[in-house]
């Protein structure tokens, strides 16, 4: 950047990659072209200028407005109701942010599953990737639904609060949990949108490897669920019409 002034006003105050960043190799040039830069926010429109919040009037002859997207918006204008009438959105706005066991299923809203969901975008590889391990998972859970002959099929409340216990964590030690505001969180703070690890750890999680399922019992006797993972037991409930069975996968050890 030719201009000293420019170049100080474009140099974040926060961690390389708390936020998106661009490549210089391919945005010089247009930064050179700038010739007026402003990080102060716009408070006002007036007849022919924007006025900053520094109080300065800057004239315009077009203005495009290039606000960005929701992307802590999940599910935006669907309602989802879950078991005792629980409104989804509200659970999540009372856990500070969205959250989701592999980012595909809530506890509480049987039957209820999502693609590209809390915690699955990724900085480093590719979220097509991501999707197949989900639709797998997800297949692969209605199968075990039918042949078991169940009415609904959720995970536990206590399997999904560990495993976002921990991606929080892990999370915790990334260069997004840093001191900015970015669109990776939510208004409390909580990284909603990121995968923590490699893609491979997502794929070893439950459902992305596909663990064959061979027993079930009843709750309190759960059977165990053979997979090439090794770890904690991860439990799904499965509702019949008389009573609840449960079975436990197999989750990666973190």
């Not at 030719?2 to 190799?25: D, I, R």
């Not at 072209?33 to 300065?56: C, F, K, P």
């Not at 606000?67 to 009438?85: A, K």
């Amino acid at each position: 950047v030719n201009s000293s002034e420019l170049a100080a006003t474009l140099t974040p105050k926060f961690p390389l990659a708390v936020g998106e960043f661009c490549f210089p190799t391919t945005t010089t040039p247009r930064y050179n072209g700038i010739t007026w830069l402003s990080n102060h926010a716009i408070e006002r429109l007036d007849a022919n200028s924007l006025v900053t919040a520094d109080g300065i009037h800057h004239h315009v002859d077009c203005l495009v407005a290039a606000t960005g997207f929701h992307s802590h918006d999940f599910l935006p204008g669907v309602q989802v109701t879950g078991l005792g009438n629980a409104d989804l959105h509200k659970e999540w706005e009372n856990k500070g942010g969205a959250e989701a066991y592999l980012g595909i299923t809530v506890a509480g809203f049987p039957n209820f599953f999502f693609l590209y969901g809390p915690n699955t975008n990724l900085g480093h590889s590719s979220i097509i990737f991501m999707i197949e391990c989900q639709v797998h998972y997800i297949l692969k859970t209605i199968d075990l639904l039918k042949r078991k002959g169940g009415s609904a099929i959720e995970i536990t409340h206590n399997s999904m609060a560990e495993f976002n216990q921990t991606i929080q964590q892990n999370l915790k030690r990334t260069a997004w949990a840093g001191s900015c505001n970015s669109w990776y969180k939510s208004t409390q703070g909580k990284i909603i949108n990121n995968w923590s690890t490699h893609t491979l750890g997502y794929w070893l999680e439950p459902g992305g490897q596909s663990p064959a399922i061979t027993t079930l019992s009843e709750e309190g006797n759960a059977g165990r669920v053979p997979g090439m993972n090794q770890g904690q037991a991860m439990p799904v409930g499965i509702r019949f019409p008389a009573q609840r069975f449960q079975i436990a996968g197999i989750r990666h050890g973190h």
